[in-house]
């Protein structure tokens, strides 16, 4: 296989590094200029996998329109033809040495707001290109071992104000608007944020209206919402508040935009400092 992609794609593979939905990704070298790459193959192997061309294209193209130093960055885009159909796409990538959250060490609460306020800085470097991500989750954040953090997977994003043909989204951070088709915007990312600080605060999902379901595949009763302060007492208030607004399943009761989001962040994590350098000094 490596030799396959090699001889099509102008690429040197070194290893696979992760295998998603219909795609294998490989550290790979650009033979144009040595650069190392993540090089992602998509093979059409039946109808349906088209939808998976479809978000790859789409990753390429928004990538293309946001520069921040939290997004992935795509470099280019290939696409093989056979009898005139598209039969596999390699898309390289920008190679970052990290884990995702859900694969990573436990974090402190200091280090949770910090990597949340870097994604939300990300996030919000999207909105001003009139963009939304739409698919935050953890396996879509990567850290390395130096802190820094790298938001994945822009297949799904769109342009604000974008009603879907169809839901798309992960069914335990994804937010109401995306189940009911609705048009949408940066609240959707502030949903899919907030259910993401959530799982990463409790270690629990926060029950979405796409309902869990039992072995038999029936769906499961809907639960409440408990916040994060009630399962784990030591977070505190503030955080928990916080990250109750995000997923408000009515948009307007959520916080006002990211920066708002952000904002909040920068005071939780001052009051953690704060805290611990009064700790330190007695």
Not at 54 to 79: D, F, G, M
Not at 100 to 119: C, K, Y
Not at 157 to 177: H, L, N, V, W
Request: charged share 25%; proline share 6%; hydrophobic share 40%.
């Amino acid at each position: 296989m490596a030799r396959d992609i090699l001889d099509i794609g102008g690429y040197t593979i070194k290893k696979r590094i992760g295998v998603g939905a219909r795609t294998t990704i490989y550290l790979a070298a650009d033979d144009a200029d040595g650069k190392e790459v993540a090089l992602k193959r998509v093979i059409l192997e039946r109808p349906e996998d088209v939808r998976v061309f479809e978000q790859v294209e789409a990753e390429y193209k928004i990538s293309r329109k946001v520069n921040h130093p939290y997004i992935r960055k795509c470099y280019r885009l290939k696409k093989i033809r056979s009898m005139l159909k598209t039969t596999e796409m390699l898309l390289a990538m920008e190679y970052f040495d990290g884990q995702s959250l859900e694969e990573g060490p436990a974090l402190s609460l200091l280090d949770v707001m910090l990597v949340f306020r870097m994604v939300a800085t990300g996030l919000n470097a999207m909105h001003q290109c009139g963009l939304v991500h739409c698919d935050i989750k953890p396996n879509n954040i990567l850290l390395s071992k130096a802190g820094a953090i790298k938001i994945i997977d822009l297949g799904q994003s769109c342009r604000i104000g974008t009603t879907k043909r169809r839901i798309q989204g992960t069914p335990d951070y994804i937010a109401p608007e995306q189940v009911h088709r609705k048009p949408l915007g940066p609240k959707t990312d502030i949903f899919n944020l907030g259910a993401t600080m959530y799982w990463a605060l409790t270690g629990k999902t926060v029950p979405t209206l796409i309902p869990k379901k039992d072995p038999f595949g029936l769906a499961l009763p809907q639960e409440a919402i408990r916040p994060p302060n009630e399962i784990r007492p030591q977070i505190p208030a503030g955080i928990s508040k916080l990250v109750m607004d995000c997923v408000e399943e009515d948009p307007a009761k959520r916080p006002t935009d990211m920066m708002t989001v952000i904002s909040r962040l920068d005071l939780m994590i001052h009051s953690i400092l704060s805290n611990k350098s009064k700790t330190n000094s007695q």
